[in-house]
């Protein structure tokens, strides 16, 4: 993937968390500035997800650790374990939301 691919990509994947944030019942705020997303939950907690470009890969930092995505096989999948992206995100979001959030 190339940079102007990448940037597309990340730009999607932070309109699809915005959209899903703005249509949940949960009180979260999302702010986006540079390539950084902040969630903030009504607890005060964070979820801070941002595009890190040298590696092309989405990172994301919650209160249960910190996870790196890479797009493989046409989705953003865990570095790590394989996971993907938006079903780690409900699950991550709606633990520290209180109820379920849905990508």
Not at 12 to 40: K, P, Q, S, W, Y
Not at 47 to 57: G, L, M, V, Y
Not at 58 to 70: L, M, N, P, T
Request: aromatic residues 10%; charged residues 25%.
């Amino acid at each position: 993937m190339d940079d102007p691919q990448f940037d597309q990509q990340a730009a999607a994947v932070f309109a699809r968390i915005e959209t899903a944030v703005d249509n949940a019942e949960a009180d979260i705020e999302c702010n986006l500035n540079e390539g950084v997303m902040e969630l903030e939950f009504e607890s005060g907690s964070k979820i801070i997800i941002n595009r890190h470009a040298p590696n092309k890969e989405i990172w994301v930092a919650a209160k249960s650790g910190g996870f790196h995505y890479a797009w493989k096989d046409g989705g953003w999948h865990n570095t790590r374990d394989g996971s993907e992206l938006f079903s780690s995100l409900e699950k991550i979001v709606s633990e520290q939301a209180g109820e379920t959030v849905r990508f």
